[in-house]
């Protein structure tokens, strides 16, 4: 059985497994969550007989479905033993085109139930940009504070929380990109989608600048953002070097300090950028987590408007303290 839907059917739709047809390369640039990537052409393949679809249509389809019947003996023994004859799945290529429609019909020939996603991932990339272009529909209450009181820890624990910093891979400061290498920013945007579209009427998130290391936000998530039931997080002074120390210690290279100090270095002092350098060189790392505070303490700047005030210092009592006092303000219950 063969069909095609439109996103907004496709999306609803319960599949037992989904295939991005497309090549390994733009599966990695940004792909549906959960999706297995079972290409039509290759990288090598797709540039090729992309070129020659511009000089010679009919050529370039004759070997375009020589290439994918090929590619096509090597996935059907894979797909039929991890997923039995019959079962439902969905499939797309980049615009709804020859790719998914070739690997469709195999499959739906073996006995598979398959849907195709009419448009491909472009339809889908032009439902996001409608999706993140609405207003939000949802009741936000935002953590803000100054570095290291533990918001994105409480952020954890807390029901129907959108981490974006966990989405970006950043921690969203000049210190904040040791967590690897971020997604791209379509990549960003299909985790935060999925995301968003799990939580109903209200959601946690961490007060963010609109951009975090090289992800922007959607314009209007960040100014629901700013209109958000305020949440200020404050600890004392030991949790939040400890909470640094703890996260940072292991994580944080030489190489990549020195890196980072540099990006700060036009807004401090060379005796301030020389005394952090020597601080982590002769591994005075109290030190250097205060003097960084301080510097981050001077640039931040509370909201205007702050609802509640929170310690954290112990956050698993943080939390029960929030969650009361929103179930007694808003009747929500958690």
């Not at 079972?38 to 679809?53: M, P, V």
């Not at 797909?79 to 739906?108: D, E, M, P, T, W």
């Not at 990339?125 to 290291?148: E, H, I, P, Q, V």
């Amino acid at each position: 059985m063969l069909s095609e839907l439109e996103f907004e059917n496709f999306n609803q739709e319960n599949f037992d497994f989904l295939i991005d047809a497309r090549s390994p390369k733009e599966f990695a640039h940004s792909h549906f969550q959960g999706a297995l990537n079972f290409y039509a052409l290759n990288d090598d393949e797709h540039q090729k007989i992309g070129t020659l679809y511009k000089q010679n249509q009919a050529l370039a389809k004759a070997e375009g479905a020589s290439c994918i019947c090929a590619n096509m003996s090597c996935h059907i023994p894979i797909i039929a033993q991890k997923f039995r004859i019959g079962s439902k799945v969905g499939i797309y290529c980049a615009r709804g085109g020859l790719r998914s429609k070739a690997i469709a019909v195999i499959l739906s020939e073996l006995g598979y139930r398959v849907v195709r996603l009419k448009g491909g991932f472009k339809a889908y990339r032009a439902f996001l940009l409608k999706y993140f272009d609405k207003s939000l529909n949802l009741k936000l209450f935002a953590l803000c504070g100054n570095t290291g009181c533990g918001k994105s820890e409480l952020l954890e624990l807390l029901p129907q929380a959108i981490n974006l910093e966990k989405m970006a891979n950043h921690l969203g400061s000049s210190f904040g990109d040791i967590l690897g290498d971020q997604p791209t920013q379509k990549a960003f945007e299909s985790l935060l989608f999925y995301a968003m579209k799990e939580i109903k009427n209200f959601a946690f998130i961490e007060s963010e600048s609109r951009k975090i290391g090289d992800i922007i936000l959607p314009l209007k998530l960040y100014e629901s953002m700013q209109n958000a039931f305020k949440i200020y997080c404050f600890c004392s002074l030991e949790n939040r070097i400890r909470r640094i120390q703890k996260f940072y210690k292991d994580r944080m290279t030489p190489l990549k300090f020195k890196e980072c100090v540099k990006r700060i270095s036009p807004y401090v002092s060379m005796n301030f950028r020389q005394d952090l350098l020597q601080s982590y060189e002769s591994q005075k790392l109290e030190k250097v987590i205060s003097m960084l505070l301080e510097y981050y303490d001077k640039s931040y700047k509370q909201p205007e408007r702050i609802d509640f005030r929170l310690n954290t210092d112990d956050i698993l009592k943080a939390k029960e303290e929030l969650l009361n006092f929103l179930k007694t303000k808003y009747k929500i219950n958690f």
